[in-house]
């Protein structure tokens, strides 16, 4: 026959059980990882692999790389949808830190270190060890604000100084010299020779093509 202090007591350690999900969110911090240079995704991928052979993902919640909307112009003037990094190497990861999960993150492939304060050696010349730092709620308003909500970058493979030839409009087959680009209005301003002096022309992306 079961008591009722023995039903309290259940119910009490359900409670406990139901409740350590929220407590574990509650705890969980946003921390930077430095990672090797263009191995972003791969590292994403590695540690959320990890993540689940150490049955840690009650306590690593998370692992993003901020992006942002960007337009590509291609050479023929095409549009294409792709998307930048906001932070290029780096990881952003939400955790509870301790030893384990500390040792997953860090033991990852292509993970340089967690981003925090260097803690020097008492002795000895060799670095010392860095203590991770988590970003501060400001922070991380921020960068994910940046990625929901800013305008789609503009780039194109043009810059000051490139030469380019007009492929349509009133200076079809002209050539010139770039002076200005205005990614955010998809122009850019041309020095073009007209009647044997140098003149500056605003021109569309799709206008032109650079010259190799």
């Known amino acids: 026959m079961t008591s009722a202090t023995d039903e309290g007591h259940n119910l009490a350690l359900q409670s406990d059980e139901s409740s350590e999900p929220a407590v574990r969110e509650q705890e969980a911090r946003w921390y930077a990882v430095q990672v090797a240079s263009g191995c972003e995704?791969?590292?994403k991928t590695n540690l959320e692999q990890r993540i689940q052979t150490f049955d840690v993902a009650d306590k690593i919640l998370r692992v993003e790389i901020p992006h942002t909307p960007?337009?590509?112009?291609?050479?023929d003037g095409s549009r294409q949808h792709?998307?930048?990094k906001v932070f290029p190497g780096y990881v952003l990861v939400r955790m509870v830190m301790d030893d384990d999960?500390?040792?997953?993150?860090?033991n990852t492939s292509h993970v340089i270190n967690f981003v925090g304060a260097e803690q020097r050696r008492g002795s000895g010349k060799g670095r010392g060890h860095v203590k991770p730092m988590p970003l501060s709620h400001t922070e991380v308003e921020r960068i994910f604000k940046q990625t929901t909500e800013q305008e789609p970058i503009v780039k194109i493979d043009m810059a000051t100084g490139d030469k380019i030839v007009v492929l349509t409009g009133p200076f079809k087959d002209f050539e010139g010299e770039v002076i200005e680009v205005s990614p955010e209005?998809?122009?850019?301003?041309?020095?073009?020779?007209?009647?044997?002096?140098?003149?500056?022309?605003?021109?569309?992306?799709?206008q032109v093509q650079k010259q190799s």
Do not use: C
């Open 82 to 84: 792709t998307e930048e």
């Open 185 to 206: 209005r998809s122009k850019l301003k041309a020095l073009l020779s007209i009647f044997g002096r140098d003149t500056p022309v605003e021109l569309e992306f799709n």
């Open 41 to 43: 995704k791969r590292v």
């Open 70 to 75: 960007a337009v590509k112009i291609r050479k």
């Open 101 to 106: 999960t500390w040792q997953v993150v860090r």
